[in-house]
């Protein structure tokens, strides 16, 4: 399985980033997978996620300003990030939500938000 994140950069506060993954050796279309983030001195969290049928669910704190989407033909999840708060800086990591090959992480990509 691997995962490779990309997108991530320094942006000020109200900005916008898009991140993608590209994953392979899993069945993608089949796989719920999700965003998390990992803020210096904070656990990993879950911030979005999508299922195989495309639905979609978010963390409170970023509802309203993230969007995860997914291209099935290019094994791709997107987090589209508008609004971008400084609280919202953190390594961004996706993966696939559950079941085999979800123990496995790719390296992230880091998001810096000035204030």
């Known amino acids: 399985v691997q995962l490779v994140e990309s997108g991530g950069g320094l942006v000020q506060s109200g900005g916008s980033l898009r991140l993608s993954c590209v994953a392979s050796g899993i069945i993608f279309s089949a796989s719920a997978m999700g965003w998390y983030r990992q803020a210096p001195g904070k656990q990993r969290e879950l911030v979005a996620l999508i299922t195989s049928g495309g639905g979609t669910n978010y963390q409170d704190s970023v509802k309203g300003r993230f969007t995860i989407s997914r291209d099935n033909r290019k094994n791709t999840v997107i987090l589209q990030m508008n609004s971008l708060k400084p609280e919202d800086a953190a390594v961004y990591y996706c993966?696939?939500?559950?079941?085999?090959?979800?123990?496995?992480w790719g390296q992230g990509t880091q998001v810096t938000v000035s204030s």
């Open positions: 993966k696939k939500v559950a079941g085999p090959g979800s123990e496995y």
